[in-house]
């Protein structure tokens, strides 16, 4: 299909997904859920440190909001506030420098760096993702 407003939502569901699957095995190795493994470890943290340098901001194109397509949960608030939106993404960005990194050396490594990202995630979620 060549519709740029579905190839743009497709693309950045795809990319949260992303986020999300590399946030879920840091979140197991923190929680016990899955045995800790330095170089799974490393290498989420390293894959999300990679995304969030995305320029993610092209793929909020107009008329993709929530209520203006059928799958959206992004909240019109973004198209409002661009500023204040790649500011919540550039928090992503410093939060995420060095995450591949930091995770290594044991489990007990895992918990913080999961929340410092974590935060992030929600900080931009509570304004901009549908509640
Ligand atoms: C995740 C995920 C989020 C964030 C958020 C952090 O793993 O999918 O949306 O972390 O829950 O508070």
Not at 14 to 22: I, T
Not at 61 to 86: C, H, K, R, Y
Not at 113 to 124: F, S, W
């Amino acid at each position: 299909h060549a519709d740029a407003a579905e190839d743009a939502l497709e693309a950045r569901h795809g990319y949260m997904k992303m986020l999300a699957l590399n946030m879920g095995t840091l979140s197991g190795m923190a929680k016990g859920e899955i045995a800790y493994d330095e170089a799974a470890a490393s290498k989420a943290g390293s894959n999300i440190e990679a995304l969030s340098g995305y320029a993610v901001a092209d793929l909020f194109i107009e008329g993709t909001a929530m209520g203006e397509v059928d799958d959206s949960e992004a909240l019109p608030a973004i198209w409002e506030n661009p500023d204040q939106f790649a500011q919540k993404f550039a928090a992503l960005s410093e939060a995420a420098a060095g995450a591949g990194e930091a995770v290594k050396g044991g489990q007990e490594n895992v918990a913080p760096a999961l929340q410092k990202l974590g935060g992030t995630c929600k900080d931009c979620h509570d304004d901009f993702r549908k509640k």
